[in-house]
């Protein structure tokens, strides 16, 4: 498959340039200054969580498992490169107080907690993993949405919309998105945030490559590229 030689030269490549870069450009006080004043953050949100499963897929996957898979291999590419990430979660909980009053209130808690992460993160840029479902099984692709809130929030689910067509799935002819109200934390955050939707676990073919790790470290080295980019252009 190419993308499984393309996707790790493309790595070691972005890798290197960056490290000769910094080197032939900067010193080392430079360096620091610059990293502090141009890197924003990445809020890493994992979709669902504990007892909210997310989406079932044809093939009984998770969503909730297959969305912390990808969002902790994203992480690890992320910080390997020198860029901040900050998660909703890391484990397969929900976000709420087991002391609160949370009786039929647990995913509103759950995205208030998602929300409040991002909104207590200075600079940073949001970022959520989900999976997509629907009922007629033929569709596919990666579909990314952004929040009307803030216009660098545009920009990043251009350039992950576009970085996914040119290196993971190439027939992909599917364009960004504004989020409706009926996605809670788009809708709410100032932050510039998306939302990539990264498959379809309606579809046969597309769930089944979502199960196997190598297709789901594709799948985050994607995103890396592209938030990676998007990280060193924001002021
Ligand atoms: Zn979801």
Known sequence: MLQRVVLPFLLVLAVLSGV???ISTQTKTDRAAV????VPTVVLDAGHGGEDGGTVGVNDLLEKDVNLDVALRLRDLLTANGIPVVMTR??????YDRNADYK?????????ARRQIAEDTPDCIFVSIHMNSFPDPRYDGLQVWYSPNNPKSKVIADTVQKTAKAVLQPDNEREIKAATDAIYLLHRLNVPAVLVECGFLSNPAEAEKLAMPDYRRDVAFTLFLAVSEVCRGID
């Open 20 to 22: 000769s870069a910094i």
């Open 35 to 38: 990293s502090e004043r141009s």
């Open 90 to 95: 890391t484990e397969d909980v929900l976000l």
């Open 104 to 112: 039929g209130r647990k995913k509103s808690l759950d995205l208030a």
